[in-house]
């Protein structure tokens, strides 16, 4: 196995019996960016001097005995995570040269476990799109094929592990911007229960529904990453005093006593919606025989609110992102548009130079529907509904253990192809966005390819802070299914 195809655990393990330094693997790992990332486009920053200086500490670490828990291991971050002495761009012109003073808790919690940072990565503009096309710097390309998106919003980080670039990395998922573009790159996302993760640190889209949470190679590197990243921190308000379990104990469970006894619930109206991809439908309906043959009871259960989760999610996330934004006006940090008449003609000049179009789209819809005789109507109708697709997801788990789902009704599309269709790309998040309505746990892992050789990720949905069941079906589905490749051919 070559450098850039080794799994989180392989290099851990490289590393432990010294076969392998950290240096060496960081060296391969940089010149392979070097090598292809001007096609992938996947970083907006690599720190070639921090990482290798990292590296050879990490090595030194080794020497001496003093090995924790990602010691040596190259990672990569999402550019909305803000790290000290590192630009953080959230992939918009209005921070394009902003270095934050201080680290986010989960890039503070990996430094302290020993990972090397290796860079940031490439994102539609504050995470706001389903294809890193909205980004203002670059355009992401899925490493499978040059021509098709790789997803988003966490695009950059999901083509950098798939490209091999890195053996892990962080994502940001809002409404599914870490299990979408995991599944279409071929790699597990996992996004956390809301609150697992500390938000501190986390450039804001929707404050009630962003979530930190890793994407790897294989399904035990996620759980290895949140044995790391997960606690409750008290520099974030929203962070949850729940106990963080080992999550690799999920493995030791599945091999003793694979899935017998497990409930898996499939929603009548996810087999119902319009539009799902025959590509798609066939990975599904496989993925369903598998957890079968695995030993998995299946179930038929009803999520009646289905068709308002769309709807609802759209009115609620641009809300809450209408009002974080406000801050970017130009005064305090950031772009600042030059050769303006007064402090109001500056606010409108900056904002308008600053912001790319689909954020500009999402900051109208949410303070119109923030404004004065609108709120009732559209911000506090979408809770409401917000609230019954939570009961929805507590009376499903009240009779399975977890539930299966397409990532996305269809492969990716190509580069180009859906950016002037804004209504589309909110309907590929049909799947994906509910996990984020009710706070719950989702996974996606490989599952199959499209008749065009793109891969297609399947997903499940636990019950809040159930990630290890989560854990325990996503390894067992990857130690039964067989795909014909793991990496693209770069």
């Given at each position: 196995?070559?450098?850039?195809?080794?799994?989180i655990?392989?290099?851990?393990?490289?590393?432990?019996?010294?076969?392998?330094?950290?240096?060496?693997?960081?060296?391969?790992?940089?010149?392979?960016?070097?090598?292809?990332?001007?096609?992938?486009?996947?970083?907006?920053?690599?720190?070639?001097?921090?990482?290798?200086?990292?590296?050879?500490?990490?090595?030194q670490?080794?020497?001496?005995?003093?090995?924790?828990?990602?010691?040596g291991?190259?990672?990569?971050?999402?550019?909305?995570?803000?790290?000290?002495?590192?630009?953080?761009?959230?992939?918009?012109?209005?921070?394009?040269?902003?270095?934050?003073?201080?680290?986010g808790?989960?890039?503070?919690?990996?430094?302290?476990?020993?990972?090397?940072?290796?860079?940031k990565?490439?994102?539609?503009?504050f995470?706001?799109?389903?294809?890193?096309?909205?980004?203002?710097?670059?355009?992401?390309?899925?490493?499978?094929?040059?021509?098709?998106?790789?997803?988003?919003?966490?695009?950059?980080?999901?083509?950098?592990?798939?490209a091999?670039?890195?053996?892990?990395?962080?994502?940001?998922?809002?409404?599914?911007?870490?299990?979408?573009?995991?599944?279409?790159?071929?790699?597990?996302?996992?996004?956390?229960?809301?609150?697992?993760?500390?938000r501190?640190g986390?450039?804001?889209?929707?404050?009630?529904?962003?979530?930190?949470g890793?994407i790897?190679?294989?399904?035990?590197?996620?759980?290895?990453?949140?044995?790391?990243?997960?606690?409750?921190?008290?520099?974030?308000?929203?962070?949850?005093?729940?106990?963080?379990?080992?999550?690799?104990?999920?493995?030791?469970?599945?091999?003793?006593?694979?899935?017998?006894?497990?409930s898996?619930?499939?929603?009548?109206?996810?087999?119902s919606?319009?539009?799902?991809?025959?590509?798609?439908?066939?990975?599904?309906?496989?993925?369903?025989?598998i957890?079968?043959?695995?030993?998995?009871?299946?179930?038929?259960?009803?999520?009646?609110?289905?068709?308002?989760?769309?709807?609802?999610?759209?009115?609620?996330?641009?809300?809450?992102?209408?009002?974080?934004?406000?801050?970017?006006?130009?005064?305090?940090?950031?772009?600042?548009?030059?050769?303006?008449?007064?402090?109001?003609?500056?606010?409108?000049?900056?904002?308008?130079?600053?912001?790319?179009?689909?954020?500009?789209?999402?900051?109208?819809?949410?303070?119109?529907?923030?404004?004065?005789g609108?709120?009732?109507?559209?911000?506090g109708?979408?809770?409401?509904?917000?609230?019954?697709?939570?009961?929805?997801?507590?009376?499903?788990?009240?009779?399975?253990?977890?539930?299966?789902?397409?990532?996305?009704?269809?492969?990716?599309?190509?580069?180009?192809?859906?950016?002037?269709?804004?209504?589309?790309?909110?309907?590929?998040?049909?799947?994906?966005?509910?996990?984020?309505?009710?706070?719950?746990p989702?996974?996606s892992?490989?599952?199959?390819?499209?008749s065009?050789?793109?891969?297609?990720?399947?997903?499940?949905?636990?019950?809040?802070?159930?990630?290890?069941?989560?854990?325990?079906?996503?390894?067992?589905?990857?130690?039964?299914?067989?795909?014909?490749?793991?990496?693209?051919?770069?």
């Amino acid at each position: 196995m070559t450098y850039h195809e080794l799994t989180i655990s392989n290099a851990l393990a490289l590393l432990s019996d010294r076969k392998i330094t950290s240096t060496e693997l960081t060296r391969a790992l940089l010149d392979r960016i070097k090598q292809h990332d001007d096609r992938i486009k996947a970083f907006i920053t690599v720190d070639e001097d921090m990482a290798m200086a990292c590296a050879q500490k990490a090595d030194q670490k080794i020497a001496k005995g003093q090995m924790a828990a990602l010691t040596g291991v190259p990672i990569a971050l999402k550019d909305l995570l803000c790290t000290r002495g590192m630009k953080t761009t959230c992939g918009s012109k209005i921070l394009n040269n902003f270095v934050p003073e201080y680290d986010g808790t989960v890039v503070s919690k990996l430094k302290d476990a020993g990972a090397v940072i290796i860079g940031k990565t490439n994102l539609d503009e504050f995470a706001m799109g389903s294809s890193t096309e909205n980004s203002s710097i670059k355009v992401t390309a899925n490493p499978w094929n040059t021509d098709y998106v790789p997803g988003g919003s966490s695009g950059g980080s999901a083509a950098a592990v798939a490209a091999g670039f890195c053996c892990g990395s962080l994502g940001t998922d809002t409404g599914g911007s870490i299990r979408q573009p995991a599944s279409h790159c071929g790699v597990v996302g996992l996004k956390p229960t809301y609150g697992r993760v500390s938000r501190f640190g986390l450039v804001s889209y929707a404050s009630s529904l962003d979530q930190i949470g890793p994407i790897t190679k294989d399904v035990k590197d996620a759980a290895l990453m949140m044995n790391v990243i997960c606690g409750n921190d008290k520099k974030d308000s929203t962070s949850a005093r729940v106990a963080v379990p080992d999550f690799t104990k999920a493995f030791d469970q599945f091999d003793a006593e694979g899935l017998k006894g497990m409930s898996i619930g499939i929603p009548g109206e996810y087999l119902s919606v319009a539009g799902i991809d025959p590509d798609v439908e066939k990975v599904f309906l496989n993925a369903k025989q598998i957890f079968k043959d695995l030993g998995a009871e299946i179930t038929e259960i009803s999520l009646p609110h289905t068709e308002y989760v769309v709807a609802a999610y759209y009115i609620i996330a641009p809300c809450e992102a209408s009002s974080n934004l406000a801050r970017f006006d130009g005064v305090k940090y950031g772009f600042r548009h030059e050769g303006t008449d007064d402090l109001i003609d500056m606010y409108k000049k900056t904002k308008s130079k600053g912001f790319g179009a689909e954020v500009k789209r999402r900051i109208l819809i949410g303070t119109y529907a923030l404004s004065a005789g609108y709120y009732d109507a559209y911000y506090g109708r979408a809770s409401q509904v917000r609230t019954l697709i939570m009961e929805d997801f507590a009376n499903a788990f009240k009779t399975c253990d977890f539930i299966l789902s397409p990532v996305a009704p269809a492969p990716a599309f190509k580069i180009g192809e859906n950016v002037d269709d804004p209504l589309t790309m909110y309907l590929s998040d049909i799947f994906t966005l509910s996990a984020n309505m009710a706070a719950i746990p989702g996974i996606s892992v490989p599952a199959g390819y499209s008749s065009n050789g793109l891969p297609v990720g399947i997903q499940m949905m636990a019950n809040r802070f159930d990630e290890n069941s989560l854990l325990r079906a996503g390894y067992g589905f990857e130690k039964a299914v067989h795909l014909e490749k793991r990496f693209p051919e770069l």
